[in-house]
């Protein structure tokens, strides 16, 4: 089973990139976008609905602002919009798959802001998504993926003596992911890539993707149990159109 993860930094400009050729090329069992700055309504057909897959998408009330989608192939048993907190929920950052063997999470978590103005909000919702994924692991296991918004350690970022001030790697962020991997879950990329610098998030100032000064925002992390089922991660640093790249977890059968 192939799953993916892309915050598109906005689905109406990705397609311009060439969007829906990429996922027919690529061709995940499901894709959890992020940043989608899109209500449904807004979105061609072709979008809501490419060949092979049905969509889901949690805007946000404000329009052309956060909002998640997925796009899967296989129908989920259950879906939930939402962890249940309005505050959070009216922004339009989680969606649900329920599957038979795991649950599929696709959050889009707060930036703290330049000014650290919403690092409250952003920890509270820390809280209040791990309460929710806590819940769910009592059921079955749980797979999280998304933007946390959160480069974790010094090697999850190309510049971290100079950026230990600045949102994204907050001593505050950086110990609620501690905290979370504490927990009984697990960081996928760096249980399989332990030593390897790979980012997935750049400036869009001229230059710097191309030397690759970037952060590792995007995750998947499952609980413990189910680190069996992890074949591969890999970051597809070459694909273009958004601030973010893709990336892509392939699972083991049961």
Known sequence: MKLVSWNVNGVRSVTRYGFLDWLSKISPDVLCLQETKAQKDQLTSEVQSPS??????????DKGYS?????????????IEGIGKNEFDSEGRVL??????FFLVNAYF???GRDHSRLSYKLKFCKEILNFLNKLKKKKNVVICGDF???????DLANPKTNLKNAGFLPEERAWMSDFLKKDYLDVFRHL???ERSYTWWSYRPG???????WRLDYFCTDIDFADRLKSMVHLTQVKGSDHCPIVVELRSK
């Open 193 to 195: 890539n332990r030593d």
């Open 67 to 79: 909002g998640v989608s997925m796009y899967y192939k296989k129908d989920p048993l259950n879906i």
């Open 110 to 112: 707060p930036n703290s």
């Open 96 to 101: 649900t798959l329920e599957y038979k063997d």
């Open 208 to 214: 710097v993707r191309e030397r690759n000064i970037g």
């Open 149 to 155: 918004n959160i480069a974790h350690a010094e090697i």
């Open 52 to 61: 092979g897959y049905r969509s889901l998408w949690h805007s946000a009330v």
